[in-house]
């Protein structure tokens, strides 16, 4: 059974970092398409970053500048960097996993960000 173990959620506040872990077996974290959805309450789950198996980078707009999604080979860990987190930025943070047909996602994180 593959797992995604999410992990680096919490509270903080606005201005603020925070780093989220995902980790993976190796098979899926060195061949997959690897990312970062979202969900904030009453909205639909939302694409934040993306990498490649070959390390190639993608975030959205909204995220661009502030987030950065990375990988730790030596872990088998996929990291989400949250810099000058904003109160928009509250959610629950879903690692995810693609390839071909596969899709799997983990439990989720929530990051809430208030003052």
């Known amino acids: 059974q593959v797992q995604l173990t999410e992990s680096g959620g919490g509270l903080v506040q606005p201005g603020e970092s925070l780093r989220l872990s995902c980790t993976a077996s190796e098979r899926i974290f060195r061949t997959f398409f690897m990312g970062w959805y979202r969900q904030a309450p009453g909205k639909q789950r939302e694409y934040v970053a993306s990498?490649?198996?070959?390390?190639?980078?993608n975030s959205a707009d909204s995220v661009k500048g502030r987030f950065t999604i990375s990988k730790d080979f030596t872990k088998n860990t996929l990291y989400l960097q949250m810099n000058n987190v904003k109160p928009e930025d509250t959610a629950v943070y879903y690692c995810?996993?693609?390839?071909?047909?596969?899709?799997?996602w983990g439990q989720g994180t929530q990051v809430t960000v208030s003052s």
């Open positions: 995810n996993a693609e390839l071909d047909l596969e899709s799997y």
């Open positions: 990498i490649s198996a070959g390390r190639k980078t």
